[in-house]
């Protein structure tokens, strides 16, 4: 297939006498919390879901054909921005990508199902150090699709990276497939601390070697998604969990990586999340945005749209947009949804958030 035309493609380079195009424009300058026009805008899982060209794609190939493809991921990455004019392409893989790194063997029943959990010392023991990892070790397919992108991508359009944190990744590995609040997870950190220790820990150095490579291939900016961030009480993840994403975020700073934190379905974590390093903290629905902007009015915010609202009608996706846009000032502000966009979440209703966040512009 001949990937990558369309309206996301690069356009002709600028002559040595015009001034050069910013780069990864509106995003990258938010993210660095400088005054723009208007809020970028970027939906997760934008990438496929959705789309009846990416449906089309996973039916003929699979969604393990698709994330392990370098062009083909690379072409789902860029179907999105042909439709709609987002400000920034997320990469397509799974969160599972770098595991296989680690020896870790898995398949799709829909969801990531892990063929052997890892229930005990021995074999957190007999995990790779992620330090002695080659680089081309750690989901090669993935930096390749990126590179891809990279070429082919608007420079005005920024590209994400991204990678599961420590206990999102644990959560998988422990209890052998997604489950309501993962109780073998738990268990284990409670029955097990010192291997779930060192699993946090290797699985946190796993991401940062990931990020970074991704950073390297191209990526401007990398999002750390917590998604299971609210399984433990604070003062457990204070201890257990805390340390090892603080460690993973210092390392991706310390290597001049812009990050994004997200964290799903953790109210009571938000104001701890708030303190980590980090240029940009994403939010749940669940959170008031203006109101940490109050608290935090030097943190990047991103969010945090329901993304039910884009099952209800024109009207009131235009309603909610704006009270969201209302609730915070337009610097420092990525607009997203609090969560990944619904699959059966019509294209008109993307179009119109669009429209939406483009308004402010001409209202201003």
């Not at 297939?1 to 780069?23: I, K, L, V």
């Not at 957190?124 to 070790?137: K, N």
């Not at 990586?257 to 303190?275: C, E, G, S, W």
Request: net charge negative; proline share 9%; charged share 25%.
């Amino acid at each position: 297939m001949t990937a990558f035309a369309g309206s996301a493609a690069r356009p002709a380079a600028a002559s040595p006498n015009e001034p050069a195009q910013a780069d990864s424009d509106l995003l990258l300058r938010t993210l660095r919390f400088e005054d723009t026009p208007r809020r970028p805008l970027w939906i997760m899982r934008q990438a496929g879901r959705i789309l009846p060209e990416y449906r089309a794609l996973k039916e003929r190939h699979g969604f393990a054909g698709l994330a392990g493809n370098p062009e083909l991921a690379a072409e789902v990455t860029l179907m999105p921005l042909r439709r709609f004019p987002l400000d920034a392409a997320i990469t397509f893989a799974d969160i599972m990508s770098p595991l296989p790194a680690l020896g870790v063997d898995f398949r799709f029943d829909p969801g990531p199902v892990i063929a052997e959990p890892i229930r005990d010392p021995e074999a957190v023991a007999a995990l790779p150090d992620p330090d002695r990892l080659d680089d081309t070790e750690i989901a090669p397919e993935v930096t390749a699709a990126q590179r891809l992108v990279r070429r082919e991508l608007n420079p005005a359009t920024a590209l994400l990276g991204f990678a599961g944190a420590p206990l999102t990744l644990a959560a998988y590995l422990v209890e052998g497939r997604g489950v309501r609040d993962f109780p073998q997870l738990r268990a284990f950190a409670y029955e097990q601390p010192a291997a779930f220790d060192a699993l946090l820990d290797r699985l946190g150095r796993l991401s940062a070697r990931y990020l970074i490579a991704q950073h390297e291939a191209g990526a401007d900016a990398v999002q750390v998604f917590d998604s299971w961030a609210g399984l433990f009480p604070r003062s457990e993840w204070r201890r257990r969990v805390r340390p090892h994403l603080e460690r993973l975020l210092r390392r991706l700073g310390d290597a001049g990586v812009p990050r994004i934190l997200f964290l799903h379905a953790a109210p009571q974590l938000v104001n701890d999340y708030a303190d980590l390093p980090c240029e940009v903290l994403g939010v749940d629905w669940r959170t008031d945005l203006g109101a940490l902007r109050r608290r935090r009015p030097d943190l990047c915010l991103q969010g945090n749209l329901d993304p039910t609202v884009l099952l209800a009608d024109e009207e009131a996706i235009r309603c909610e947009t704006a009270r969201l846009l209302a609730s915070l000032p337009r610097r420092g502000h990525i607009v997203n949804l609090g969560h990944g966009v619904l699959p059966e979440t019509p294209l008109e209703a993307v179009r119109t958030l669009v429209e939406a966040v483009h308004a402010e512009v001409e209202d201003a």
